[in-house]
């Protein structure tokens, strides 16, 4: 496969949204948030103090956010979640902390950047784990990674002994386990998985036959890779692929490709027609898309599965509830990682960094997996009294163990064929 599912100088193209709007120009220089929002809520927190930002610059602030400036930067998605999040800081009655906003290029090393006082890091999304687990070992630094959902959350068990580094979404395998799960749960055992090479969703495909045959599941394929890749201008690749279906007669086709694609269209045509060797009704379409690939997906005279939600934290119902509220429109997991930012970072500042068990600062050591999840202001006053904390999540459930993600609960959508 040719795409990375998760590039570390943007957010993982089969993760979330990219078709969102970006920060207009002023990520290349040093911004602040405003304290103070408009009535109801503005749609990006509001971005002020812009200032040329040189390499020797010291931030003034404890709390550092880093943003890639390729053009990926802060989404406004992710700083609409931002914004809320320090809403209800602000309704606790607490300041929100203060955080400085560098821009750098990606791949290079922000430690220049950063001055002595920092103890909060806000990574870039999907950044290189590498570089900032040295970073975090090094200067002592808690480092929160907003929206790492891909491949690297594999090698945070060996670059993260000390659990310096804490993921804040749960992890994209998540969402396949989901599918699998639904699957079998519906009595399908059988499924051929097709992927269009183009696509950058094929990237999954290996990730998901891993996880289907893991539970038991069978995937079929007359090719020696279990994933049948088929570039839709492949007449004769696609005459075999119709062909296999029809001989191995599995319960349900796995589409790694757009639902408006060329390939995707082939293989309707070739399903109405009953090529498949079988009624058209009788075979379930499964997408191996992203939520926001399907949302618009119109009905078929089949039956389609679909990830419906990405997995999310306990907390996502009442923050999708003020969102909505908010901005009208129903939020994605990449603003509910902004708002689950401005609340850990709020909670980081109130006190001075705990000490870790070598006798050293430990930032964010305060988070405790053990303990029962709390909302914002109960957390903020345990954190006043000097006690560990688990906060509500709404991105994830927020247990911070050293060398593990969040974890979090996908939902799927079955569409009855008509």
Request: charged share 20%.
């Amino acid at each position: 496969m040719t795409h990375s599912s998760e590039a570390p100088s943007k957010v993982p193209a089969s993760d979330e949204p990219l078709a969102m709007s970006r920060l207009k120009e002023g990520l290349a220089g040093q911004f602040r948030v405003a304290r103070s929002l408009q009535s109801g809520f503005v749609l990006l927190a509001t971005l002020i103090g812009c200032q040329a930002l040189s390499a020797s610059a010291s931030p003034r602030s404890t709390v550092v956010a880093i943003a890639h400036g390729d053009g990926a930067g802060m989404s406004a998605e992710f700083m609409g979640g931002f914004a809320l999040g320090l809403d209800q800081v602000r309704a606790c009655g607490v300041d929100p902390a203060s955080v400085d906003w560098l821009s750098i290029a990606p791949g290079d090393d922000p430690s220049a950047l950063l001055g002595q006082q920092v103890s909060v890091l806000v990574a870039p999304f999907s950044a290189d784990l590498a570089i900032y687990s040295q970073l975090a070992s090094q200067r002592k630094l808690g480092v929160l990674l907003p929206y790492q959902r891909g491949e690297s959350l594999e090698s945070l068990a060996e670059l993260d002994p000390e659990g310096r580094l804490h993921p804040v979404v749960p992890p994209y395998q998540q969402d396949l386990n989901q599918l699998v799960d639904d699957l079998l749960d519906q009595g399908i055992r059988r499924v051929m998985l097709v992927a269009d090479p183009t696509d950058r969703s094929a990237d999954q495909a290996e990730r998901f036959v891993s996880a289907f045959q893991g539970e038991g599941g069978i995937v079929d394929s007359y090719e020696p890779s279990l994933v049948q890749t088929v570039n839709p201008g492949d007449a004769a690749a696609l005459e075999r692929l119709v062909n296999d279906v029809a001989w191995k007669g599995p319960q349900a086709i796995v589409l790694a490709a757009a639902h408006n694609s060329a390939l995707a269209e082939q293989l309707d045509q070739a399903q109405s027609s009953g090529r498949f060797g079988q009624r058209p009704e009788a075979l379930l379409r499964v997408w191996l898309l992203p939520h926001h690939r399907v949302q618009d997906l119109s009905e078929r005279s089949w039956p389609q599965l679909i990830l419906d939600q990405p997995a999310h934290g306990p907390g996502w119902a009442d923050f999708a509830s003020i969102y909505r509220r908010s901005r009208g429109e129903q939020p994605t997991l990449l603003a509910g990682s902004g708002f689950d930012t401005a609340r850990l970072m709020a909670l980081s500042s109130l006190t001075p960094p705990p000490v870790s068990t070598e006798g050293t600062r430990d930032p964010l050591g305060w988070l405790d997996p053990d303990q029962e999840p709390k909302p914002l202001c109960e957390a903020i006053e345990d954190r006043l009294s000097g006690k560990p904390v688990r906060l509500i999540g709404a991105a994830s459930d927020l247990m911070q163990r050293p060398g593990q993600p969040p974890s979090g609960q996908a939902t799927t959508r079955r569409i009855p064929g008509r």
